[in-house]
């Protein structure tokens, strides 16, 4: 899998999941999670499109 951002200096999931001490399917719910509760905090945001683009865009 590729780079998560935000943890780290582009820590691959696996390198993620041995730091943390759990399965690499764990970082994935857990990524999902936090992902679904920052999603729905930016939908009452009054700066939401310009908080979305920068934290959502993505990279080539």
Do not use: C, W, Y
């Not at 780290?8 to 730091?19: L, N, Q, R, S, W």
Request: glycine share 8%; charged share 35%.
């Amino acid at each position: 899998m590729g780079e998560r951002r935000g943890f780290g200096d582009g820590m691959t999931i696996d390198e993620i999941a041995k730091v943390l001490g759990v399965t690499k399917e764990q970082v994935k719910r857990i990524e999902t999670q936090a992902l679904r509760k920052l999603k729905r905090i930016l939908l009452n945001h009054p700066l939401r499109d310009d908080i979305s683009q920068f934290i959502f865009r993505r990279r080539a």
